[in-house]
């Protein structure tokens, strides 16, 4: 599915890599082609949404930048973005492809016995010779340290609670194969909001354990992910400690509370009143390489409540940014030294009943095929408590699929 679906300009792959919750929604889908479009300019990407979505009773796939923000919040961004996804796209694909159990699905406005006959003899894996990568820091260990204990002092001040701050790595001459690179990505960190994402030149390829959001009939779901701790999977006593040791832990624990309260009032405007609950807090999720702590925040959405309405009360998401919203998208901006683009946003679909389900965009990389510029960012929430050293390393951490897939191909 993968092999055949990166052929085409636009391309949508997102697979939960079988991993199952009590919010489990699609197992596999694939979206190749396109047949309509929403491609609005910067500045300009909402007015029109809600009419392009209402007059398409069918999928749509999609993202939404983080860089939205700006048209939200009507804040602005200096820093340059050389990967340059737009602030927000949708499409209603040609084909679809969607695997359930032992069963495949294909929907296609060409003929999907056609369709079929390409995808079975598809090439499993088509590799192409990478050339040797050069992986740079935005900024060096000491800025990063430097500037986490500028935050604390916004904190200290009052400027904020928590600020999630980002740093990216980078490669230019970066000349690699993404659907390779995206299947070993997925190999060594199988999480279930991965996705391959194509919009002409440039390539998401993305190993997210995160919700955004959710939508069940009148049902919105958001599960952030605050907290986190590395796995030790050669003792699996030692590697109960560490998650035990992240669920006790005072420091992660106030992290996600802030961030859940965030999430109940970005919900609380939108849904009906006395709805929004927390479902599940504090809780211990296993990754390959991580244990998180997630928290499940629910609420029953408002009646005639349309998809651009649910975007402003709502995102960008509360686990990507702190509180209150704005101050912390304004210090960001301030400090870091790259506009995030696609990471930290999502990237989902909505069906034609218009639900929808949308990942954050985290543990991914970023690729402008055009410019041979390769991209990935890192981030966490900072706090008063936070240790810069501490965050730097938990940094490292989180990159260290992205970070084994790309010594590999050198």
């Not at 359930?100 to 088509?126: C, K, M």
């Not at 986490?148 to 490669?171: M, P, S, T, V």
């Not at 649910?310 to 960008?316: D, K, M, Q, W």
Request: glycine share 6%.
């Amino acid at each position: 599915m993968l092999n055949w679906g990166s052929r085409f300009n636009i391309c949508s792959f997102l697979d939960n890599h079988q991993y199952h919750s009590d919010h489990h929604s699609i197992e596999c889908i694939l979206a190749a082609g396109a047949v309509s479009v929403y491609e609005p300019p910067s500045g300009q990407s909402l007015p029109g949404l809600d009419e392009y979505l209402q007059g398409r009773n069918d999928w749509i796939f999609g993202h939404i930048s983080y860089d939205l923000k700006n048209e939200i919040w009507n804040l602005s961004s200096a820093h340059p973005d050389p990967i340059g996804f737009p602030d927000l796209f949708f499409f209603q694909p040609e084909t679809i492809v969607q695997l359930s159990g032992s069963e495949a699905t294909i929907r296609s406005f060409t003929d999907p016995q056609q369709v079929y006959n390409e995808l079975i003899t598809a090439p499993v894996f088509n590799e192409q010779p990478n050339g040797k990568l050069e992986i740079r820091a935005r900024i060096g260990k000491d800025q990063y340290t430097g500037t986490i204990e500028k935050l604390r002092q916004h904190i200290r001040r009052g400027d904020c609670y928590e600020i999630n701050f980002c740093q990216e790595f980078y490669a230019e001459n970066a000349r690699v194969d993404p659907t390779a690179l995206y299947q070993s990505l997925t190999a060594v960190s199988p999480n279930p909001f991965a996705c391959f994402y194509k919009q002409r030149h440039r390539y998401l390829l993305c190993a997210s354990p995160e919700r955004y959001l959710q939508k069940k009939g009148d049902l919105l779901i958001s599960q952030p992910i605050k907290g986190t701790i590395k796995r030790d999977t050669t003792n699996q006593e030692a590697d109960q400690q560490l998650a035990r040791t992240l669920s006790l832990s005072e420091k992660d624990k106030s992290e996600n509370v802030m961030v859940v309260d965030l999430v109940r009032n970005d919900l609380s405007r939108i849904c009906r009143e006395g709805t929004v609950a927390v479902s599940e807090l504090f809780s211990i999720h296993s990754f390959p390489q991580v244990h998180q702590m997630i928290s499940t925040i629910t609420g029953r959405l408002e009646e005639h409540t349309g998809f651009t309405e649910i975007l402003r009360a709502t995102f960008p998401m509360g686990s990507m940014t702190g509180a209150p919203k704005k101050n912390v998208l304004l210090l960001t901006e301030q400090y870091e030294r790259t506009r995030r683009g696609i990471y930290s946003g999502a990237v989902g679909y909505i069906t034609p009943e218009k639900d929808f389900d949308f990942n954050v965009v985290i543990r991914s990389i970023l690729y402008n095929e055009a410019d041979h510029y390769l991209s990935y960012l890192v981030g966490g929430g900072i706090t008063f408590y936070s240790d810069a050293e501490n965050e730097y390393e938990e940094c490292l951490l989180k990159a260290t699929a992205i970070n084994k897939v790309l010594q590999a191909e050198n």
